[in-house]
């Protein structure tokens, strides 16, 4: 079994009016709602290329698409892995290191989920997006969505 190396993206997918897209995990309870989450492949794959990527598996959408624009927030979140995932790290390993990203993509962009990874999605205003999240470090950047979301649009600050 190859180890997950305990380096992930949170890609907060938005539209330029705020609506955020939350995904349903396959492998946990019927409320877990969450943005884009995923590991890094290798230790030397940039974190920008692990949130392009882990989008595209999750929900097919191209990062580089016309209309979308991925911007890194500069943040990261330091969490203990829940309990039920360790064993897909490395003996010892408890804690993982996630770094934000923000997606603006337009209204309307079509979503096809891994059917492996998730079951449903939904868009929804940010701040009711916030309170759907499980994981507090998602709900978190829901809530910062609207500091950076204009970078994100090309909308002056």
């Known amino acids: 079994m190859r180890f997950k190396i305990p380096q992930s993206v949170l890609v ?8 955020v897209l939350l995904i349903r ?11 884009v989450t995923g590991s890094k492949d290798a230790e030397d794959e940039p974190f920008s290329a692990t949130a392009a990527r882990e989008v595209a598996e ?6 580089d698409a016309p209309g979308c624009t991925l911007t890194d927030w500069e943040l990261e979140n330091v969490y203990d892995i829940y309990p039920q995932w360790l ?3 490395a003996p010892g390993v408890t804690r993982n ?17 891994n059917p492996r990874e998730h079951t449903d999605h ?18 978190e950047a ?16």
């Open 58 to 63: 999750e929900t097919g959408i191209d990062a």
């Open 142 to 157: 829901c809530l910062l969505l609207p500091r950076f979301a204009s970078i994100g649009a090309g909308i002056p600050s």
């Open 122 to 139: 939904r868009w929804l205003p940010w701040r009711e997006a916030a309170d759907w999240c499980y994981s507090p470090s998602n709900a």
């Open 97 to 113: 290191v996630e770094h934000v990203f923000g997606l603006c993509v337009p209204e309307g962009t079509p979503i096809t989920l």
């Open 12 to 19: 907060v997918i938005h539209t330029a009016a705020l609506e």
């Open 25 to 35: 995990r396959a492998d946990a309870s019927a409320a877990f709602w969450q943005g």
């Open 87 to 89: 064993f897909r790290y």
